[in-house]
């Protein structure tokens, strides 16, 4: 089966600390996101991609956090600098192009962030 | 905007039985998708199954099946002969297609906790 890839699973890092989360979205899909999992928010919308073009990032503090697709089979996410409350599991999604996406989006399985 | 909401934090039911997992949204769309997604301890999110709103054949996939009531704006989750690998989280989730190429974001609930008891 075709599977999203994340790195790393576990990441635990001191305050202050730049942290980057990779994501490989399965080929052929054209639309990325990212989402963010606490037991507080729950998940909450981070950034989305389509076409490897930003389509909407209005859910990420733009101070300490940003997004891009260098290219069409990776995806980063990036926190600098770290702070605790970032401590959450960060998943990212993708979806094939589909128009209405009927299909749904295929998940990673997320990347598990600690920040002490 | 729309929102998603699963009333039920937690549930827990004897394996072999039949539960029911809630979920109603709130939206001014006409056409959507719904969807319920299942994150077990692994946390690996799972898609379940999904309901096209222009359906009104409700969708099924095995054992899990789904009661869309589209004027109630309620879309439930019933899974028969409860196992114990469906213990998880389970999350209902709303999408508003897009009219050109390509996908729309997931808005999520806050989940259901469901356990399965031998």
């Given at each position: ?116 | ?81 409860s196992q114990l690998g469906d ?29 399965i008891?031998?």
């Open positions: 089966d075709a599977r999203v890839t994340q790195t790393p699973r576990h990441k635990v890092t001191e305050m202050g600390q730049e942290v980057t989360m990779r994501c490989q979205p399965i080929l052929g899909h054209n639309t990325v996101f990212w989402y963010r999992q606490t037991m507080m928010q729950g998940l909450e919308l981070l950034a989305y991609f389509r076409n490897r073009a930003p389509l909407d990032d209005s859910g990420m503090p733009k101070d300490r956090f940003s997004a891009e697709m260098p290219d069409a089979t990776l995806a980063t996410l990036k926190i600098q600098p770290s702070e605790p409350r970032d401590s959450a599991v960060y998943f990212c999604a993708s979806g094939p192009g589909q128009v209405g996406g009927k299909d749904g989006y295929t998940f990673g399985s997320g990347t598990r962030l600690t920040v002490v | 905007a729309q929102t998603v909401t699963q009333s039920q934090p937690e549930m827990s039911v004897q394996e072999a039985e039949t539960v029911t997992l809630s979920c109603t949204y709130d939206t001014s769309e006409s056409n959507y998708y719904l969807f319920w997604y299942k994150q077990p301890p692994s946390r690996q999110m799972i898609l379940v199954i999904r309901q096209e709103a222009y359906k009104q054949q409700n969708a099924t996939e095995n054992r899990f099946s789904v009661n869309f009531q589209k004027a109630a704006k309620s879309f439930s989750l019933k899974i028969s002969d213990t998880a989280m389970y999350f209902c989730a709303f999408m508003k297609p897009l009219s050109n190429f390509g996908n729309e974001k997931l808005t999520f609930g806050t989940g259901t906790r469901l356990t008891i031998p």
